[in-house]
Every structure is written in structure tokens, then in C-alpha cells.
């Protein structure tokens, strides 16, 4: 699923009012009743006090329009306007009067702090104080309505965005923003919904559609794309009937040393179970015993070192190799490493220590080949690219390293991103059980398995990342988030991928409503 910047948001609306022949107030009005069609839904006409705080611009306009289609249908209403600035956009205005006809009052304006209603936290809150068009720092008084509107512990639905969240900053504070328990956002989420800073601002969102010209939405370029089920299944190979085991790879990890054998045997074992067609693993001679014994389908060649990899030679032609798992940075290791750079014509997976030597060696980024996938957690990342301000420059900045040294990079985490060639790729797998040690190896060996059966580097980082989420998602529900731990979500990889012909699933993109018409 595309997602549209704010510049992409506007020019899709001023394309569709074109195309469609319709104005922009027939627009918000689509806004306002598809909000007001998913609340009707939920309320069934329930007498709860709905306030609707609006601002002045077209997030204010949706909310006056989503207040006229709630009174009318019975509903108990109070609209109030934020009143923050002197301008008013045209379409809100044109609500403001429609509004007038129909509860022959006006609404109630909010100036400062004195004017702020009591709110019991049986009420509800809408939220359509800012939308998209917030440009600037907030008033203090509208902070503190932001704050009172927390302190009611109302049920809060904020239109869009929450308000005080821009679409291409951090917040400087986490009170400049509406704490919101439910967005329902128009046509597109926002980048912002998928970033670790922001958040703890995202409870739950929806898109609601609006019909926003189909071609528009079909033939924009986005920056960035969140990745379902929907959007992975045509990078799925099938298996042909007279294929054999030379037909899926073979796969190649490198890495481990002494007390850290576990993390290759977890990556290996992730490369066969990705549906590889063969795996070696390449790991110091202590590695030998416990892989043949842990893992009897693979096969393993040792360096001649007992403890460390200090030299990497081998006769076999991997398909894709990955390296770095449980490697260590003894100069021995740096050495073999920097030469096996060189040498090295498969595809190649790069994580953890791997990443590492990378880091502190620079130089060796100009060996790296075209398509290699290096998988930092934050951590990693922030050593190979440097300290950054805020998300924002966070991607601004990988996306500079990527751009320079031709690779992909994912950025590891909950939404892990892939970033690949000025683009965006978030994954929407995942859960917090697999902040436990282990699951990037498991990770690597997945995306290493794909990319040596010949999926690109960009499908083996997307699939394998979606997969390896997938797997976390359906194994918690038999154990748990605490007691979830790597091998677990090595052994759920068999569902996830007969999860991805399971027709229970709906997809992010058929979430969408029709604007119908109001219900009368
Ligand atoms: N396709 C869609 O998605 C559709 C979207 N629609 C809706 O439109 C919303 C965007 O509306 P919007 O452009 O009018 O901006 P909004 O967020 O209401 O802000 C109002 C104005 O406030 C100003 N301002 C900014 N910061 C400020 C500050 N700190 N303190 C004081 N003033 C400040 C700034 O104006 P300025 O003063 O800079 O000229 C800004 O323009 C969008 O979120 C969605 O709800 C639908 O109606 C139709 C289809
Ligand atoms: N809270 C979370 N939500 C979703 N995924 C997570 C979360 N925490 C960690 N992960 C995922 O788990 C993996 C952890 O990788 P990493 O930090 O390299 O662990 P290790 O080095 O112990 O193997 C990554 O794929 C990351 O995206
Ligand atoms: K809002």
C-alpha cells in the first residue's frame, strides 16, 4: 500500500476535483460522510456526547461536515472551533454556514483556556483541530486543550493525523500532540504512523476511502510503501513438479566463533526452511560437532582456527551468501573478511558483526557489489552511518548510503524498513516477541535462502522480512510474547507461508470503505 507524502496528498486532491468534475467542497464532503459512516456504524445511534473540536482549515472543514451528517441523523453533538488563527479555508467556511442551516446555531469558539467545555470521559472526542497543513509550532493555549483533552480520558478519534503530528518532523514535545485512540485517515497512513519517535502517537488507525482518482493513485511513485500480504504474494515462487534440490540455491552462511556456533546453526537452519535447495555452513573447527549434531541437512566446512574464522576458503559456488552472524572482530577475522570482500561474486547478506567491521573499516565499503543487503538494528546502523537527528534524517541519511555504496538496507526494528534505491519498503509483520537475541540470525538465513533461490535483493529483503514477522505473529499465539524465542520463529515459517494463501486475511487495501451515500 502507497504512501502518499503531504505535496502527493494535495496534488491527488486538485487532480481528482479535475477529473471528477466535482468541487472541493464535494470532496470534503465525501471526507466528512465517510466519517461520519464508520462512526454511525460502530454508534447505532447511540445518545453518547460527541465533541467535535474543529480548526480552521479543511481538517476543521471534515469535522464540521462529519457534525451536520451526526446531528441530522439524531445523534447528541456539540461542535466547537479552535479558534487559532483569523484565516478560514474557503470549504470550511462554506460548512460553517451549511452547519448554521441545519442546528440553527452557531458552534462554540474556543479562544483560550477560559473557554474550554468540561469533558467527562464518557464522552467522545473528535479531533480536527490540524491535519496535514500543520507547518508550524502550535499556540500554548491549543497545547493545553490537547492536555485537557488527555486529562478527560475520553475516547479520542482523531481525523487524518492527530493533530499537532506533522508529516515530516519529529515532535519537539510529546504534549504538542492530541494523544489519540483512534486515527481514521483519508485515502493514505502517513509515513509517520510507521517510525519508532512517533509512535507512541499511533494507537490504532484506518483508511478511509474517499475515492481519490483511481489513476492518480495507480501511476504516483511514492517514497515510501507499506508492505501486507497482498503486496509480497506476487514475489512468491512456486515449486515446479520436476524441480530438485539444484533448482532452489545453495546457500552459503559464514560466521560464528567460539560460544557463538547457536547463531549460525539458527541462520542455517532459517536458509532451509526459507526453502533453499542446499546449505553449508562455514564456521570455526569448535563449530563443527554441535552443526553436524543440531542440524544434519547441512553441511559444514571449518576454518583451519579452532575458535575464529581467520581464513575463508572454500570449493563450493554458493548462490548467495551470508555473513557476519556470531563472527566477532579479532583482527584474524577483519583480515578474512576484507579478503573474502574482495573475492566475492554471490550475492551477499551482511549482518551483525559483519556490519561491524564494516564500520570500523570503512574502506571496505567500496568492495561491496552492487545489491548486497546489509541488515543493521539501529544500533549497527548508527555506527555505519553516523548519528542522526530524528527519523526524518534517520532515512535521509541511510538513504544517502544506500544511494552511494548501491546496496540495500534494512533498517531492523518493529516496521523494519527496506531501503533500496531512493524507496521505502516497510514491513507490517512483527511483534515485540521477537525483541529476544537470536531472531536477526534467523532473519538473515531467511533473506540469504531467498536471494539463493533467485529472488532479487528487494523481494528477498521484503518477502524475508514479511516472512520472518509472519512467523513471529503466528507462533505468539501458542507461545506468548515473553517465552517466544528465535527458534520459534524458525519453526512457524512453514505457516507463514501457507498463511499467504489463507483467504481469511483482508487486504490493507480492501480495508478501504466506498464513500456511500449517507444513510438516510
Ligand atoms: N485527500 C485528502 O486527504 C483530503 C483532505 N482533506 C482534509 O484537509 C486537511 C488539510 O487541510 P489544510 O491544508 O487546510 O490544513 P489543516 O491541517 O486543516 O490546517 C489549517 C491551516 O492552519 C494553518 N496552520 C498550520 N500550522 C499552524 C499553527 N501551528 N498555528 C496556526 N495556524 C497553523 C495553515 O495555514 P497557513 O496559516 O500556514 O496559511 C493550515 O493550512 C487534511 O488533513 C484532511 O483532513 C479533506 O477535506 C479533503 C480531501
Ligand atoms: N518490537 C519489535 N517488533 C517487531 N519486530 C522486532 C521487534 N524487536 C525486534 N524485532 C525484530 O527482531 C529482529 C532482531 O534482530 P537483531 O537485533 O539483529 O537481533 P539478534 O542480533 O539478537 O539476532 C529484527 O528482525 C527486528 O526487526
Ligand atoms: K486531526
Known sequence: MKIFSKEQIYEGDRFTIKKQNISSSELMERAGISLFNWLDARLQGAPVPILIFCGIGNNGGDGLVLARHLISHGYNVKTFIVDFSDKRSKDFLINYERLKETTKDWPVSIHSVDDFPEISSQDIIIDAIFGVGL????????????????????????????????????????????????????????????????????????????DIDATYLETTETEAEVLGKYDVLPMYKQRDKFSHKGSYGHALIIGGSYGKIGAVQLSSRSALLSGVGLITAFVPKCGYIPLQTALPEAMVITDADKKLITDIVFDIIPDAVGIGIGLGTDEKTVKAFESFLKNNTAPLVIDADGLNILSKNK????????????????????????????????LSKTKAFVKKHKVLVIIKGANSISVYQDKLYINSTGNPGLATGGTGDVLTGIITGLRAQGYTALESACFGTYLHGKSADLAIEFKGYQSLIASDVISYLGQAYLDLFKQADTPLSEKEQKPEEVKK
Do not use: C, M
Not at 508529516?167 to 483519508?186: A, G, M, Q, Y
Not at 555505519?384 to 534517520?394: Q, S, V, Y
Open 135 to 210: 507547518n508550524r509550532p502550535i499556540s500554548d493555549w491549543v497545547i493545553a486543550l490537547f492536555k485537557h483533552f488527555k486529562a478527560s480520558k475520553a475516547l479520542t478519534v482523531s481525523v487524518d493525523i492527530p493533530s499537532g503530528l506533522y508529516t515530516d518532523k519529529t515532535p519537539k514535545h510529546e504534549d504538542d500532540v492530541v494523544t489519540s485512540n483512534l486515527i481514521l485517515s483519508f485515502q493514505t497512513p502517513k509515513l509517520v504512523f510507521f517510525l519508532p519517535e512517533t509512535d507512541k502517537y499511533i494507537d490504532q488507525w484506518e483508511i478511509l476511502n474517499i
Open 363 to 394: 574502506a571496505l565499503l567500496k568492495y561491496l557489489k552492487e545489491d548486497t543487503i546489509l541488515t543493521p538494528h539501529p544500533k549497527e546502523l548508527k555506527r555505519l552511518i553516523g548519528d542522526w537527528e530524528d527519523d526524518f534524517d534517520k
